[in-house]
């Protein structure tokens, strides 16, 4: 009990860090609030999308929108709930108009995602689209060709099973798009019930950048108007 309430206060220090980061001077100029991601600090099971949204800049909370709705729908489908899961995304930030994270933008919110990942220790970690497929795969290789095959890479100092899936938004239109999403989906059971993915040994310095490493071959089958901690279901 001692190491997780240890962890949880690490990531309350990460998440005030984020909170008053000014890395990207235009994102901090034009966003309403960061939003540094929600729910269930001990989680087996992450997702990390893309970027806030309009609304999820104005509450906050990552996926709060339409796509969010599809989220959730999809997840009770295989017997799960947003408070089972943590749930967040490349950018902390909303780009101005809903644009394309940049480059400088990623490498810069990359170090609050990898100790993220670290502090709340998942199993599988859901790669929503392209940018955080390739992010953390360190691979252009796109979303189409990978959606729905497991791997194992190490991320930071973890080691978990990467999953890349269509971005719920991309199917909210596209009904092969959602058959596609839901029959990816329907793995995550199976997925979660395998063994822990051996640890990689810990260092004393952590590298700069995302650092994802290949393993293994794919496997087949608030204050100032922010979420509170209990909203965020964070801790």
């Not at 899961?85 to 400088?104: A, K, M, Q, W």
């Not at 590298?207 to 922010?226: I, K, L, Q, T």
């Amino acid at each position: 009990m001692a190491i997780k309430e240890a962890r949880r206060e690490e990531l309350k220090a990460v998440y005030a860090q984020a909170r008053a980061c000014e890395r990207c001077p235009e994102l901090a100029r034009t966003r309403t609030q960061v939003v540094f991601g929600a729910g269930n600090a001990d989680a087996d099971l992450m997702f990390v999308g893309e970027a806030p949204g309009a609304r999820e800049d104005e509450q906050g909370i990552p996926f709060v929108g339409a796509a969010g709705k599809l989220l959730d729908e999809l997840l009770a489908e295989v017997g799960l709930a947003r408070a089972d899961v943590f749930i967040g995304n490349v950018l902390r930030c909303r780009p101005p108009g809903n644009r394309d994270p940049l480059p400088v933008e990623i490498e810069n919110c990359s170090e609050y995602l990898l100790r993220t990942v670290e502090l709340i220790e998942p199993r599988v970690i859901c790669t929503l689209g392209n940018f955080a497929t390739k992010l953390l795969r360190a691979d252009p290789t796109g979303i189409s060709r990978l959606h729905g095959q497991a791997e194992i890479r190490v991320i930071g100092s973890r080691a978990v099973r990467l999953y890349p899936l269509f971005h719920p938004a991309a199917a909210l239109y596209t009904r092969s798009l959602l058959d596609t999403l839901q029959a990816d989906f329907r793995r995550l059971p199976e997925l979660l019930a395998l063994e822990l993915p051996e640890q990689p040994q810990r260092v004393e310095a952590t590298p700069a950048g995302p650092g994802p490493e290949a393993v293994s071959e794919p496997e087949s089958p608030a204050e100032d108007g922010g979420p509170t901690e209990g909203q965020m279901g964070l801790f």
